[in-house]
């Protein structure tokens, strides 16, 4: 199970939309060259706690050849390749001893350093006779000083160490807090032109993936990233420890050469708990306490903690960002990251828990506060002591977000009284499938749904079964009827029937259907479960009505902070607009990574449309055998848990289009895609016909596109569509049909700005033949740049933004 990283609060410092910040890799390269380069004596990288200093100063220190001598220092207990001494009078120092200003400091520095492998010869040594044969000596290496968060190191140390610089030609790379004014000694140098300064940026999601990828060797599912960069708190040497951590419990596992999050897994976090309690010793005992005590509770009152640890402890800690305020009338605070707590409350034995709980006074726990109290519920509930039922039972608003799932289902287990036990249950299910555990949801729902004693049991468990049955996790036999005014059934029988009607041909009714649909979910949390069903079957229906500006709100979100379902099949709608538009190669690194979680999230029907539309970009991009592959693993989805009505639904009928196409493309003929639509004609499937159609007659290997018969069907098929979906599919059949440059041109721009780049390629194409064939060389070069403009972005990645055509001929 996933743990609580609390994001259902504004506490994520940088979005995964936010601009992209520098290349930190081509940063670590530029300060490589600076030390080389004989004209800068320092290097000063200012960055925010967390922000990665000291990775970086480690990448450096990796990256330095071996004739360099590098002696590495710190000011705290951040770089951890080394022992670091204390450059100053330790502790240990005899109170009588008296030693001249700067000596316990070169001592300390020679100890530091250690011995050196070669000599420093003072030029008084040289006989005067050999002072003309200075190029005989061995050339002593280059002393490059390491020095990490340098705003930390002692003024008299810090002159130590500068006088290494003009003595011994040494080179230094520190780096600093950004929120901390440089020592003096280090500013003048700036001052003078021999020190560059250079900011590194906040952490963000973009290099926490990147450095997951590092540290893990492999392709990394973003959820998994994102999700372990806003555990940590965007702290690079906590997210480096929580990687291996969860590496090593199973919490991070491989799924079709994909690492993603396993749910289902449990992690003691034994290298965060070891670096947060190194740093918990370091600190007094009243801020020891004030950490403990907010850990264990969190959120508390502010005012409780300075009562009990006093007003310097903390201030201390939030401005050291060990703590955060939260927003209120009366301020409560945090920890500063899900990883520093749980690191705390680990470390924290039972004995001395049960014992702070004791000591600090009980907030006033009601129903209406406990959804938000859920630690310190937990925290009750682990040191031995009991709640009353009702108060457990009121933390259900906290069982539907993945953050607080896992403490839900935790006060769920400690309900007690028979008569509360079906309320427990529901509240056990809504966690489940929080966390993407539909499997695990399913049982307990449907023995509601049958043998609840409550009506409001039956009603709310059948309600989520419809919704998971939209999702074909239950199949639809074990639903129980609808109930005349029931919110969920209303819900259900609005997504059914804009399927009916998408089918059939009357896309612009099914697109309100769906509206509809949506707006009634948005409207009431309670039916927050049927989001996933309903917008994936919204988005088909945006698609076939070309309605492409709508889909941004829908499809960008943060998707560490929705249940795992949901943003699965957020991504698979995802993948189908960016395949419909014509950009299989960025569907395919979409499909990719989601296929990874779909194989353990129960919905087959989901699962076989992905792998469908996989198994069509494998083809599209020269794979053949990853091709069938795929189709094979589809076909295979189609067939599980389908049966009846499902198997003529939406989503498996389009699957069952992609695997066509994908084997028609391998196999270069046009053999199963006439086929299906014909069945689909039969069955009175008009959408579905015409995008098997359609299909068919992008195909580069098939005879489609000059086979007046398959164009005359895709031009009836699509005047049977209403909407804008029909409108383009007549105009590129049409144009085809009639083989005429300039229509074939006209149709190519008009598809472009309904983003039907692969229709408007194969227009552009035909176009210049035909200007070819004419003799008019200009207007045949004026498309091709067009075609391969238009080839050029669908052979990428990235997809263009909204409003992007291919433009006109050198612009």
């Known amino acids: 199970m996933l743990p609580d990283p609390w994001l259902d609060e504004d506490t994520v410092p940088a979005g995964p939309g936010s601009q992209p910040l520098p290349d930190r890799a081509q940063l670590l390269e530029f300060v490589l060259s600076t030390v080389r380069s004989p004209a800068t004596s320092g290097i000063v990288v200012a960055g925010d706690k967390g922000s990665g200093k000291s990775h970086l100063l480690l990448s450096l220190q990796a990256g330095l050849p071996a004739t360099m001598d590098v002696r590495t220092f710190a000011g705290s207990l951040e770089l951890k390749a080394t022992d ?63 020095v990490d968060d340098i705003h930390y190191v002692d003024p008299a140390s810090l002159g130590v160490l500068l006088q290494l610089i003009p003595g011994f030609g040494a ?69 480096c420890l929580a990687v291996e951590d969860a590496r090593h419990a199973g919490l991070l596992v491989q799924r079709e050469g994909y690492w993603t999050i396993n749910t289902r897994a449990h992690c003691q976090w034994p290298g965060v708990v070891e670096r947060v309690r190194a740093e918990y010793d370091a600190r007094p005992p009243e801020e020891q306490l004030a950490l403990e005590l907010v850990a264990l509770a969190e959120p508390l009152a502010a005012d409780v903690v300075e009562r009990h640890c006093g007003q310097r402890a903390l201030e201390n800690l939030l401005a050291d960002r060990q703590i955060r305020l939260m927003p209120g009338w009366r301020p409560m605070v945090r920890m500063g990251s899900w990883l520093r707590g749980e690191g705390t409350r680990l470390a924290v034995p039972p004995s001395r828990s049960l014992a702070l709980h004791q000591q600090i006074e009980e907030p006033v726990l009601t129903r209406e506060t406990a959804p938000s109290m859920l630690r310190w519920m937990t925290w009750t509930l682990d040191c031995g002591l009991g709640l009353a039922d009702e108060l457990l039972l009121a933390a259900a608003p906290a069982a539907d977000r993945p953050s607080t799932a896992e403490l839900a289902l935790r006060a769920a287990s400690a309900v007690k009284d028979p008569d509360h036990l079906e309320e427990a249950g529901m509240l056990r299910a809504r966690a489940l499938i929080a966390e993407g555990q539909l499997a695990e949801a399913t049982p307990v729902l449907r023995h509601l749904a049958a043998a609840g004693s409550s009506e409001k049991a039956k009603v709310d468990a059948g309600g989520r079964l419809m919704a998971l049955e939209l999702l074909g996790a239950v199949p639809g036999e074990s639903v129980p009827g609808d109930h005349a005014g029931d919110p969920a059934a209303r819900i259900a029988a609005k997504a059914r029937e804009a399927e009916r009607l998408l089918i059939s041909g009357a896309a612009v009714e099914a697109l309100a259907k769906t509206t509809a649909a949506m707006k009634d979910v948005g409207s009431d949390p309670s039916m927050e479960t049927f989001r996933a069903g309903v917008l994936l079957r919204h988005v088909i229906c945006l698609r076939h009505n070309l309605a492409w500006s709508t889909m941004g709100t829908l499809l960008e979100h943060p998707a560490y902070t929705m249940p795992l379902h949901l943003a699965e099949c957020s991504e698979v709608a995802r993948a189908y607009v960016q395949l419909s538009q014509g950009f299989p190669r960025a569907a395919r690194a979409t499909l990719e990574a989601v296929l990874a979680e779909l194989s353990d999230a129960a919905l087959p029907p989901v699962r076989s449309l992905a792998a469908a539309m996989m198994a069509y970009c494998e083809a599209l991009s020269g794979n053949p055998a990853a091709a069938l592959e795929r189709a094979k693993q589809a076909t295979r989805g189609r067939g599980r848990g389908l ?17 066509a196409a994908s084997r028609d493309v391998v196999s270069g003929t046009s053999a199963q895609l006439p086929a299906l639509a014909e069945q689909f004609r039969a069955q009175g499937s008009v959408v579905l016909e015409a995008e098997a ?71 552009y194409a035909r176009a210049v033949a035909g200007y070819q064939a004419k003799a008019r060389a200009a207007a045949g070069r004026r498309v091709s740049v067009l075609v391969e403009r238009l080839r050029g972005v669908a052979d990428g990645e990235a997809v263009p933004p909204p409003g992007w055509v291919p433009g006109k001929a050198g612009h």
């Open 84 to 146: 670091y001494g204390v450059l100053g009078a330790g502790p240990e120092a005899h109170a009588s001893e008296v030693l001249l200003p700067g000596l316990h400091v070169l001592r300390a520095l020679t100890n530091t350093l250690g011995p050196a492998s070669y000599l420093y010869p003072p030029p008084a040594a040289l006989p005067r006779n050999n002072r003309g044969k200075r190029s005989n000596l061995p050339t002593r290496p280059q002393l490059v000083l390491l």
């Open 171 to 239: 080179k230094l790379v520190a780096t600093a807090d950004s929120q901390r004014p440089l020592p003096q000694d280090l500013y003048q140098l700036w001052e003078d032109g021999f020190m560059e300064q250079y900011l590194l940026p906040p952490f963000n999601f973009m290099e926490a993936h990147a450095l997951c990828v590092s540290l893990l060797g492999g392709k990394v599912q973003r959820r998994a990233s994102s999700l372990l960069a806003a555990m940590s708190g965007f702290n690079v040497g906590i997210l």
């Open 643 to 659: 049966a009846g009505k499902e198997a003529d639904g939406l989503l498996p009928q389009l699957s069952a289009v992609y695997i």
């Open 693 to 763: 159609l359609s299909l068919l007659v992008l195909n580069a290997s098939s005879t489609a596109v000059v086979d007046p018969a398959i164009l005359r069907r895709l031009g009836a098929a699509a005047s049977a569509v209403d909407g804008a979906g029909g409108a383009a599919l007549r105009t590129f059949a049409d144009a085809l049909l009639a083989d005429e440059p300039r229509l074939l041109e006209a149709a190519g721009r008009s598809l472009s700005a309904d983003r039907q780049f692969a229709h408007a390629a194969v227009c």
